[in-house]
């Protein structure tokens, strides 16, 4: 069965610092897989993608990695700031006439002045 | 507005009633998803549309589920007697492509359903 497990299950951190969120998984055989961040009573936001190739992307201060030989990506984010509370899912997507996504349960982020 | 439009934001039902919710993918999206989000959960996949087609619907966690897009835009989820587990958030995602591409889901902001 696909899985996507992520830790911590939630963190907090000060503002201004930095941190980084761990995603494993067991999808097969993989397509690609992205980060999204949801806000509270919102629905989940893309942040990037990556395909099997990719082993980071970045957008603004948020910087993904990915090793697919461990099947391990991880979500950085530097210099926080409070708005960047919200939970941060990882999304794998297997491949094979069409695509099933399997989500993380998510990491819970609270950013605190 | 440019993004999924999701109504209603919020449902109350009584056990038992029936429900229909509604969705407005982003205008030419192909893909169209719906998932189902428990309290601290991350999404599980309900069904997923390729225009009208219902090409999955492995998710949909019993018979009481159904959900169309009958003109490959707009699509309906309804849930026929109600039940507590129903309970949830209901969110719904459109793509512009095909699922096989790499094009994100851009996601509504889910119905909330409480059934008492």
């Known amino acids: 069965k696909n899985q996507v497990e992520q830790s911590p299950q939630s963190l907090i951190i000060l503002e201004g610092k930095n941190c980084t969120l761990q995603?494993?998984?067991?999808?097969?055989?993989?397509?690609?897989l992205r980060w999204y961040k949801q806000d509270t009573g919102r629905g989940p936001v893309s942040l990037t993608i990556?395909?099997?190739?990719?082993n980071t992307k970045s957008n603004g201060r948020y910087t993904a990695t990915l090793d697919a030989d461990t099947k391990q990506s991880s979500l950085h984010i530097t210099a926080s700031q409070l708005s960047d509370s919200a939970s941060y899912i990882c999304?794998?997507?297997?491949?094979?006439?069409?695509?099933?996504?399997?989500f993380g349960t998510g990491t819970k982020l609270q950013v605190i002045p | 507005g440019a993004g999924v439009s999701q109504s209603p934001r919020y449902k109350v039902a009584k056990r038992g009633q029936d429900v229909a919710l509604r969705c407005d993918p982003i205008?030419?999206?192909?893909?169209l998803f719906w998932y189902q989000q428990a309290l601290g959960q991350g999404p599980e996949f309900l069904t997923y549309?390729?225009?009208?087609?219902?090409?999955?619907k492995s998710g949909l966690p019993s018979d009481r589920f159904f959900a169309e897009r009958p003109e490959g835009s707009v699509s309906t989820l309804k849930i026929q007697r109600t039940q507590q587990e129903d309970s949830a958030v209901y969110l719904c995602?459109?793509?512009?492509?095909?699922?096989?591409?790499?094009?994100?889901?851009?996601f509504g902001d889910g119905t909330r359903l409480s059934i008492l």
């Open positions: 995602a459109s793509s512009l492509g095909y699922l096989g591409g790499n094009q994100p889901q851009h």
């Open positions: 995603c494993n998984y067991t999808v097969s055989p993989f397509s690609n």
């Open positions: 990556m395909t099997f190739s990719e």
């Open positions: 999304v794998v997507s297997a491949s094979g006439g069409y695509q099933k996504v399997t």
């Open positions: 205008s030419g999206h192909v893909s």
């Open positions: 549309f390729q225009n009208e087609a219902q090409l999955d």
